[in-house]
């Protein structure tokens, strides 16, 4: 065999060693996300269920181990010819690197972010393009143990070059190619490696390639989550991201002329409208809204009163009407904050800085109560800068926007803005009692970096030794005691809120909800509602009857 074909051969072998070097590495990733978020299975775990899961992770792991294959593999199919070997070797080398740097970033990512959203890479990833990227840098800092990621990076890399710069000379590969080669020639070699690549690239050696919607073979939810490769997971993400956000003046739905010919005559609003002739029930003088960041329903839940993480909570439910089946608008504070205050359902698309292209939303929360007579007030715990918060909230029709700024900034709870203490203590100091007002409070402390000393402020527990025995049975370490003291904080305030409120503001009128699902819970597999609702309570010393608050409610909504 001549030094051009040898050195040929030698260079499929090392690409296929790099193949299966990174098949196996992306297989280590998906073994450990496995074993560290082990408590999310609901199923009896069985080989053929891990086969199952494997196999289809195999697939798009061949995917993504093929971008990295592609450059190398047609440096050796066009430079060979020309015995251009330096540059081939050079070039499949750099490959190997940047796939040990760019893979192990990548994992290591997804690690964390499974571990705060309980997914892989998806839509919500962008949503720090809009948010506040010095909080988020800094709650990454503070929050997820930098510093251990970037030795655990470190060391990866460390590894996996080394063990590409180990077998680079190594010729077991080579020896088996040879074996091959002898019974055949060296285009026949060249053929089935290309072949090979294609099937790789693809993910699939029929007609059908590795895709999304074809990855989810287990029975189990959390599994299903495992399968999609890091950087599929985030090429899928940007794709959605890029769909849902684009602005296009065209309907999706209707052309213009059918749109309009629809709903010119009666407009639009009118649907919408709906009035109310008399009502026997008082106006309230003040309405507080208070939108609770991540706050769950499940502390609410009979079984889990006795950790009481919602005391305050409950005790108010039980004064006033607590609606238990009620989902967030979103899974993000912003987007469901928007669809709250402009009364349009959240589609995917960040309003906060296409809000002002378009006219205000006729359908603004803000707006309807202008009309009925009330100064409108929306209270926020963290900053204007967030989320263009307090242009979007004006433009709605906020007649007056307040910030932690105007609560003495961020000296007590740091990154995300002040205390819920101060943020309340801000709105009984703005909210005057001789004004009709609607004020709305969207609160921060529930938060990660989580910054407050709730331990000084009366929480029970500092081991589950100390949870009540009849709810030791519901802990598994799904939540830190950071975590579950934070909770429990946002409680307390809105007790100490309601306290000083009720004094105040004789004819008020109070309605508490979540942002969105936390996210978080006692142990690892809550069920459906658990994990995805949030608790909406409407209270006031006025209205004695609890079927009379929803009546309230919907007389003062249609008023107009």
Known sequence: MNTKNEKLL???ANLIFFWFFGILFFGVFRTSLIVLFEKQITIDLTLSELAKVFLMGFRFDCIA?????????????????????????????FSQYLFVILSTIICFVTLNYFAEYHNQFNNFLFLGLYDDQKAVFNTILEDFHPIANLVGMLVTMIIGIGLFRYFENRDFVYRQIQKIHSKTNTAV????????????????????????????????????????????????????????????SANPYLNDKEFYA??????VSDYLQKKQKETTIPKPKQIFIVIMESYDSWPLMDKY???????????????????????????????????????VPYMGVNISKVGEINEPYVTSIFRQFKKLGYETNLFYGGFSSWQN??????????????????????SESGTWGIEDE??????????????????IILTSSY????????????????????????????????MTFEEMGHLWYGDYAIGKFIAKADRKYADALYGFTGDHFGRRFVNSKPNLYERSSVGFIMYGKIYHKQSCIPQALISILCLH
Do not use: C
């Open 305 to 343: 009163l006795p950790f009481q993480f919602s005391s305050q909570l409950n005790a108010i439910k039980n004064k006033g009407t607590h609606f238990d089946y009620f989902l967030p608008a979103a899974d993000a504070t912003f987007d469901s904050f928007g669809a709250i205050v402009t009364n």
């Open 65 to 93: 181990v093929a971008y990295f294959l592609l450059l190398p593999f047609l440096s050796l199919l066009l430079l060979s010819y020309f015995n251009s070997f330096q540059i081939i070797r050079l070039t499949r080398i």
């Open 389 to 410: 918060i307090n242009g979007f909230s004006k433009y709605q029709g906020a007649d007056r926007f307040f910030s932690a700024t105007d609560a003495g900034g961020d």
């Open 189 to 248: 070699i060249l053929i089935i490696s290309l072949i090979l690549f294609v099937f790789s690239i693809r993910g699939s050696i029929t007609a059908v390639p590795a895709i999304r919607k074809w990855a989810g073979v287990s029975q189990d939810i959390f599994l299903n989550k495992t399968i999609i490769n890091p950087f599929k997971s985030l090429l899928y993400a940007l794709q959605d991201f890029n769909e849902i956000n684009v602005l296009d």
């Open 262 to 267: 629809q709903f010119s005559k009666p407009l």
């Open 10 to 12: 030698k260079e499929i």
């Open 422 to 439: 101060k943020l309340f203590d801000l709105v009984l100091s703005k909210t005057d009692t001789t004004k009709y007002s609607l004020n």
């Open 447 to 478: 938060h990660a970096p989580y910054t407050v000393d709730f331990y000084s402020k009366g929480f029970p527990y500092k081991s589950a030794k100390d949870f009540p025995k009849s709810v030791k049975q519901y802990y598994d370490g799904g």
